[in-house]
């Protein structure tokens, strides 16, 4: 077995990783505030939630809040272990 084995493709960009580091402290986190603590474009952090949703590994939840649209985000429980395994993977191989 590979020492890379368990690095997962889908966090090798540091914006998604930024994101998932984000959703595993808290419970969700809103596009401004993603957006903020990242230092993103719109599209930029779009793209790559959009990606992370793709795979499954955070929940979008769209809905208005008073007359002003807020977009929700929150790591799915794969997202969540796919993301622990990809850091551990990462320990071990700084490990080496």
Do not use: C, W
């Amino acid at each position: 077995m590979s020492i890379i084995t368990n690095i997962n493709k889908a966090f090798d960009h540091r914006i998604r990783l930024g994101i998932m580091s984000i959703l595993m402290v808290n419970e969700h986190a809103d596009f401004n505030r993603l957006k903020e603590l990242l230092g993103v474009t719109d599209g930029n952090l779009a793209s790559h939630t959009k990606a992370l949703e793709k795979e499954a590994f955070i929940l979008i939840e769209k809905q208005f809040i008073g007359k002003k649209p807020n977009t929700r985000y929150s790591a799915t429980a794969l997202g969540k272990k796919a993301f622990k395994k990809h850091i551990e993977a990462l320990e071990k191989l700084i490990g080496k």
